[in-house]
């Protein structure tokens, strides 16, 4: 059984927060009037609702449409709801689907074993139209700051592959200015009547201050 409170219930306020992150939502239920009952609010709401009759079928329905929101019934023939959200989870995708299922199991172990499947929350049966669309909101909420998140990462991700490409051009310009630096000292060894001097640069980076070289200071004198 549906709550009738379904058809009581008023659409809410259509550009607000849920709205802007929850729009296309999934409902999978083998039931097809119960489906039909909970798209019709679904829709009422302000949402782009998509009906699947199994979860084999939710799964290829997703495969070209990723929803941002799935309310699944758990107990259906063939693969059950728990199997679905773990497979759902398993699909491809940077984009988090926040999942609801359906059930009339209550007991602590049955829950906890939908959230290890990935669950984010459940809605007892008969359904109550106002949960269901305070659940919903609550996971707008959530994928809000999901999808948030998200996109700080991925400016901080684009900020450092910039960081890197700009400390590359450095490197390569420190490079070949070591190699110019290097080019200063144009001979590395001599031999003299009375001894052999060589010559070697070699900064603790990849430029030194200082340069080393040889002169003639007297007849018999070399500066270095």
């Keep these: 059984m549906i709550s009738t409170a379904f058809s009581e219930h008023r659409r809410g306020p259509s550009a607000d927060a849920t709205q802007l992150h929850v729009q296309r939502v999934l409902i999978v239920d083998d039931s097809r009037l119960q489906r039909k009952i909970l798209s019709s609010s679904v829709k009422r709401w302000g949402f782009e609702v998509f009906e699947a009759a199994s ?3 939710a799964l290829e329905m997703c495969g070209d449409m990723q929803p941002d929101l799935v309310l699944s019934d758990w107990m259906m023939p063939g693969m059950n709801g728990l199997d ?3 497979a759902f989870r398993a699909l491809p995708g940077d984009r988090y689907g926040y999942f609801i299922l359906l059930t009339s199991k209550s007991e602590k172990n049955e829950v906890a074993m939908g959230l290890e499947a990935g669950a984010d929350d459940f809605v007892t ?10 659940r919903i909101t609550a996971g707008g909420r959530i994928l809000q700051m999901q999808r948030e998140l998200t996109d700080k990462n991925r400016l901080i991700s684009e900020t450092l592959n910039e960081l890197q490409r700009v400390y590359d051009s450095l490197d390569n310009d420190l490079l070949e200015a070591k190699k110019l630096q290097q080019s200063l000292i144009p001979v590395r060894h001599k031999a003299f009547e009375t001894g052999d001097v060589s010559l070697m640069l070699r900064s603790s980076g990849h430029v030194g201050g200082d340069l080393v070289g040889f002169f003639p200071a007297e007849d018999d004198h070399q500066g270095l």
């Excluded at 008969?126 to 305070?134: F, H, I, S, T, W």
Aim: charged share 40%; with cysteine; net charge negative.
């Design 125 to 134: 049966k008969p359904v109550d139209a106002n949960e269901l669309r305070a």
């Design 55 to 57: 979860a084999e079928e």
């Design 84 to 86: 679905f959200c773990n």
